[in-house]
């Protein structure tokens, strides 16, 4: 099956810095490609998705890129806040029947 | 606004005890998810339903069951709950159009 890996697991900057975090995925049939974003004590939520047609999709501060050659794609937040501060997974999925998350990444933004 | 609850935030269970974790959409969706969240192992599907009485099993089935009756419904049970079952449950559903899924918030399993 497919296997999701995802860097790095926690990571600190300081407000109003960029923060990126990347994930790799093995299946190339693989096709829709989400970004939850998970608070302290609150479900996961979605924030950002791109499908493999696309290679960039950009809402206000967030983007994700997809590079299908070399099967990663990134979420790019910019001018971090502190209400950033977050857990954030990334998934792949071929059929939308499964999705297959990485371990997620422990965003810190320091004021 | 899509709304999936689950019937408890947090429970504490035996060990060898029947758990009954449910979860409620209101979205008419078709798929249904299962997922147990541990810290440093992101969340893991353990089994999922695309449609009434229909499910499959996700990577750790083991120890799991589910039960679809109705459309908006979607049970996980552990037949025999044990000690490494003790993790965060989170439900979910599909819109079809979107593949977008909706979380509940949660249930917090302890089993003792």
């Known amino acids: 099956g497919e296997n999701v890996e995802q860097h790095p697991s926690t990571l600190s900057v300081q407000e109003g810095d960029s923060a990126v975090i990347k994930c790799t995925y093995s299946?190339?049939?693989?096709?829709?490609f989400p970004w939850y974003k998970q608070e302290l004590g609150k479900r996961p939520q979605l924030i950002i998705d791109?499908?493999?047609?696309?290679g960039e999709k950009k809402d206000q501060r967030i983007a994700v890129t997809l590079n299908k050659t070399a099967k990663h794609f990134s979420l790019h937040i910019t001018e971090t806040q502190p209400e950033d501060s977050a857990v954030y997974f990334c998934?792949?999925?071929?059929?939308?029947?499964?999705?297959?998350f990485g371990t997620g990444t422990s965003l810190t933004v320091i004021p | 606004d899509v709304k999936v609850t689950q019937s408890s935030r947090y429970l504490v269970k035996r060990t060898g005890e029947k758990v009954f974790l449910e979860c409620v959409q209101d979205?008419?969706?078709?798929?249904m998810f299962w997922y147990r969240q541990d810290p440093g192992l992101g969340l893991r599907l353990i089994y999922f339903?695309?449609?009434?009485?229909?499910?499959e099993k996700g990577d750790i089935p083991e120890g799991y069951s589910v039960s679809r009756e109705k459309k908006e419904r979607f049970s996980l049970i552990l037949e025999s709950a044990s000690t490494n079952q003790t993790s965060m449950y989170l439900c979910?559903?599909?819109?079809?159009?979107?593949?977008?899924?909706?979380f509940g918030p949660g249930t917090r399993l302890t089993v003792l």
């Open positions: 979205m008419d969706h078709e798929n």
């Open positions: 791109i499908r493999s047609n696309v």
């Open positions: 998934a792949a999925s071929i059929t939308g029947n499964q999705f297959y």
């Open positions: 979910a559903s599909r819109n079809p159009s979107t593949d977008t899924q909706y």
């Open positions: 339903s695309y449609d009434v009485k229909m499910k």
């Open positions: 299946d190339s049939a693989s096709n829709y």
